[in-house]
């Protein structure tokens, strides 16, 4: 465009200075339609993530799930996409907050994260219980349109179902070895309250991280325990001292019935042979009488003789002898 000219011919500048502003108004609609055709084009085509699945919304209306890859849509807000990790697994954590995970994880608990932690047990004791929820989303039409607020939702029957199994047991179960047990029920009641509502998702896990008493109530649990632990030391010394003891008599018990038993068969055996000699001795006696009899007496005598220490013989048929006997023994 040449420069106005004030004293020039006005007409010919006016008709330049419309040709000029009809070229810049050609060129600037130019501008927006690349431009509205480039953000048309752009925004028609969006992306899905191996783990998701996209719900198309068409003025508002769900009439299409896509898989992962990419994929085309009507521009300018016309279709709308929700993407839903339906192959990721999610959490939802009660009574604390993970403000960042790693090796050393850094936790926030609030108000609201205390009260979600706070419930009365079947012993009608305070426990301060913090657990986590984990899930999948089985069905992504249902978990986006069956309820107004999903999250919110599974957040209450959670925390309902930790309430209610957690006042079915008591504060030393939930502390010591119970808590797989209120693990197992509350995933239990909690799969079954999804069921019943059909929320489209799918419970994995539920799973206890810390379980404590309220801090007014810690010293007196803390008592509590430690009589526990002492009650278990005084049970682990008494079995000690049971297995040392009921072993040793019961050995000392079967020796002596083994000794007794013995005892007895050789009695029976002794008792049996002096039977049978005598049985023996009565058939030979009968056979020949004054043989026996001689046979005994030699046989007494030869013993008795062998007894006896210091032997002294005389003669029955001497008489008028009188013995001196050395009444006060040999001396060595």
């Known amino acids: 465009m040449s420069s106005f000219d004030p004293f020039g011919n006005n007409e010919k500048q006016i008709e330049e200075l419309k040709k000029w502003a009809q070229k810049k108004r050609r060129q600037s609609v130019t501008l927006i339609v690349v431009a509205v055709a480039a953000i048309s084009l752009f925004s028609s085509f969006y992306q899905i993530q191996p783990d998701e699945v996209g719900i198309l919304l068409r003025f508002g209306k769900h009439i299409d799930t896509t898989g992962p890859g990419a994929h085309f849509r009507l521009p300018f807000g016309v279709d709308r996409i929700i993407k839903v990790p339906i192959k990721r697994q999610l959490k939802m954590e009660f009574g604390f907050r993970t403000l960042r995970a790693g090796v050393q994880s850094e936790f926030q608990r609030t108000k609201q994260s205390r009260t979600e932690a706070e419930m009365l047990t079947g012993d009608l004791n305070v426990g301060t219980v913090e657990w986590i929820v984990q899930y999948k989303i089985a069905s992504p039409e249902k978990f986006l349109f069956n309820f ?5 939702t599974l957040r209450l029957m959670a925390e309902a179902t930790m309430r209610t199994v957690a006042g079915d047991h008591s504060i030393d179960e939930l502390l010591t070895g119970g808590r797989e ?13 999804n069921q019943q509502y059909d929320t489209g998702i799918k419970i994995q896990h539920v799973k206890l991280q810390d379980v404590n008493a309220p801090d007014p109530v810690k010293p007196a649990l803390r008592a509590v325990e430690e009589a526990k632990q002492e009650r278990e030391r005084f049970i682990n010394v008494a079995w000690a001292q049971y297995n040392k003891v009921i072993p040793n008599a019961k050995g000392q018990a079967e020796q002596q019935i083994q000794e007794a038993e013995g005892y007895a068969i050789a009695r029976v055996n002794e008792a049996q042979g002096d039977a049978k000699r005598f049985t023996d001795l009565y058939r030979e006696y009968r056979k020949a009488p004054s043989v026996t009899r001689t046979r005994l007496y030699l046989e007494s005598l030869t013993e008795t003789v062998q007894q006896s220490e210091n032997k002294i013989f005389i003669d029955s048929k001497v008489n008028n002898l009188m013995p001196l006997l050395n009444l006060q023994g040999e001396k060595k």
């Open 148 to 152: 107004r607020d999903i999250e919110a």
């Open 181 to 193: 047990e209120v693990e197992r029920n509350a995933k239990k009641l909690l799969i079954e309250l």
